[in-house]
């Protein structure tokens, strides 16, 4: 089983920058595809970004790509998401979340473990 724990979320104003950390457990972190989801208030859980197991291939959210980036650290079992030029329909709950299978990175139904989720607000 893998666990993992997000932090770096907080309030922020639009066009400001946050950089989110998720870190997992377990010795075989580099067997998992790792993705980015955010669940607003009311509404569906999305898709955001994805990161293939070794780190070579990243997948992004139209609504985020050119602002968002994706990386990972395999040797410190580490997952990050930085955010720039934030804006007010980023406001979230982001959860990283671990997949075995490394298919269909978009489909959060794809992926097997979650940690718990941080609130990502950003005003104006």
């Known amino acids: 089983q893998v666990q993992m724990v997000e932090s770096g979320g907080g309030l922020v104003q639009a066009g400001g920058s946050l950089r989110l950390s998720c870190a997992a457990s377990?010795?075989?972190?580099?067997?998992?595809?790792m993705g980015w989801f955010r669940q607003a208030p009311g509404k569906e859980r999305e898709f955001v970004a994805a990161?293939?197991?070794?780190?070579?291939?990243?997948y992004y959210a139209d609504a985020v790509k050119g602002r968002f980036t994706i990386s990972r650290d395999n040797t410190k079992n580490t997952v990050w998401l930085q955010m720039n030029s934030l804006k007010p329909e980023d406001t979230a709950a982001y959860h990283c979340?671990?997949?075995?299978?490394?298919?269909?990175?978009?489909?959060?139904?794809?992926?097997?473990?979650w940690g718990q989720g941080t609130q990502v607000t950003v005003s104006s």
């Open positions: 377990g010795r075989t972190f580099s067997n998992y595809a």
């Open positions: 979340a671990a997949d075995r299978r490394g298919s269909q990175l978009m489909n959060p139904n794809e992926y097997d473990y």
């Open positions: 990161i293939s197991r070794s780190g070579g291939l990243t």
